[in-house]
């Protein structure tokens, strides 16, 4: 399910930091934790999986970038000075139609700072609007709005490696990773790799955002954005739609838009 969001700026503060992902996705935690902090807790250290013996953790939210216009760029100061009142962000989190009214509601009318100690905007949610519910084929295009991430981490080494495309080993992490993240939050269903085919369409620019700035736990997490057509089971399309596509989708990666069926169909 995907939610969109009417932030209104209530004071006159208007310098954000461009690395602002982490600040929204420790909000929404922040919210659910609100409104219940077993389902919290869940979300945050254990996510969607098999059993307790399984390390695969598997968030169930993503979000977009937050649409605010055309902001000036203070590069040098990483911050971006933002004038529009009302801004607008989409959420979505991998659950049925049911839980619809109980989100909007969490949401709704929720005050909050997004920034760090030096920098940030005091917002409240206006208005909180389900989408509609999209139709999806086996066969589908999509464009990346936020990184897609793939990650793979050496025997002996000490810090993951973020992968681009043309790695010869990104392909089959991709389809894996889609396949570990359906089976362990579909279970008992299950699928296998066969059933996924993967394909970019375009050249890829690498992006990447800063997790946890300013504490002793900072690290920058690189993904890639580009066009993919994916051939999969449509329950497929519709995890990543709702959960994202990417590793760390709680933290704002691989938030997918522009769907189009695929001319090959």
Known sequence: MRFELTLNRTTKQRMLPMDYQYYISAWIYKVLKQADADFANFLHNKGYRKDENDNKLYKL???????????????????????????????????????????????????????????????????????????????????LQTPWVISFKAENARYPQYLSPNNELFESLTINHLVEKYNNTRYPKSITTGQINFRRLNDFKRSGFVMKPGTAQQSRIVGNLFEFELNAPVEVHEMIWSAGVSEKSSSGFGWIEGIEKSKTE
């Open 61 to 143: 939210f993503c979000f977009s970038r937050l649409n605010f216009g055309k902001p000036k760029l203070w590069k040098e100061k990483k911050l971006f000075e933002i004038s529009a009142h009302e801004i607008k962000l989409q959420i979505s989190f991998d659950v049925n139609e049911a839980a619809t009214n109980f989100i909007k509601g969490l949401f709704m009318l929720q005050e909050f700072y997004l920034g760090d100690k030096f920098n940030g905007i005091d917002f409240k949610v206006a208005k909180v609007e389900a989408l509609p519910k999209t139709e999806f084929s086996e066969s589908m295009r999509y464009h």
